[in-house]
């Protein structure tokens, strides 16, 4: 199984603050990799996919990149309602697995 | 609009079966491909199960044998029938629409329910 492995598990930031969540799969999984935003209580929400499309709907402050291991979520100018857990997911082959996730709450 | 509502949750004993359903609205279950995630308590999100729209199924391997994904398409609704539960089971579990984009077969959750708990426990 590919593993996913997201980095900081937590941070702590300012609204208006730019922030990278960090994410790495135990091998290469091309550009088979979204990202999801939880708030607590409710399901999660997709952000990107394919690594760095942006969901219809979604603020443009939120941006991703990366390919083959690395991938990072990029948000700038925090605010107030992006603080919340954000997790990437590999789609690359089953079983999908998500990272353990990285909660972004308020400095 | 695309809705979701997933629904059977509740207290069951280690052993028993549960069957949960998630009813669907603007669009059709049996011609997508859907998935069911999970979320133990506190902790992270865990794929579960995924049909495809040609009726494929897959489970992740702690569910393989005991949990079976179908779709009923008089209700418009994916089914996830669970047998054998065990303690580790208790959750929030989530149905999803799988949406596929053709060019490099990126494939991606784009719609979740609101979530239904099981508690495992006696």
């Known amino acids: 199984d590919i593993q996913m492995t997201q980095s900081p598990s937590s941070l702590s930031a300012s609204v208006g603050d730019g922030v990278n969540v960090t994410c790495r799969a135990s091998?290469?999984?091309?550009?088979?990799l979204n990202w999801y935003q939880q708030k607590p209580g409710k399901a999660p929400k997709l952000l990107i996919y394919?690594?760095?499309t942006l969901q219809s709907g979604v603020p443009s402050r939120f941006s991703g990149s990366g390919s083959g291991a690395d991938f990072t979520l990029t948000i700038t100018s925090l605010q107030p309602e992006d603080f919340a857990t954000y997790y990437c997911q590999h789609s690359s082959s089953l079983p999908w697995t998500f990272g353990q996730g990285t909660k972004v709450d308020i400095k | 609009e695309v809705q979701l509502v997933e629904t059977g949750g509740g207290l069951i004993q280690p052993g028993g079966s549960l069957r949960l359903s998630c009813e669907a609205s603007g669009f059709r279950v049996n011609t997508n491909y859907m998935s069911w995630v999970r979320q133990a308590p506190g902790k992270g999100l865990e794929w579960v199960s995924f049909t495809d729209s040609g009726g494929s199924t897959y489970y992740a391997d702690s569910v393989k044998g005991r949990f079976t994904i179908s779709s009923d398409r008089s209700k418009n609704a994916l089914d996830l029938h669970m047998n054998s539960l065990r303690v580790e089971d208790t959750a929030v579990y989530y149905c999803?629409?799988?949406?596929?984009?053709?060019?490099?077969?990126?494939?991606?959750?784009?719609?979740w329910g609101q979530g239904t708990l099981v508690i495992v426990a006696s």
């Open positions: 999803a629409r799988v949406r596929v984009l053709m060019t490099g077969l990126y494939r991606y959750l784009d719609s």
């Open positions: 091998q290469s999984i091309s550009r088979h």
């Open positions: 394919a690594a760095s």
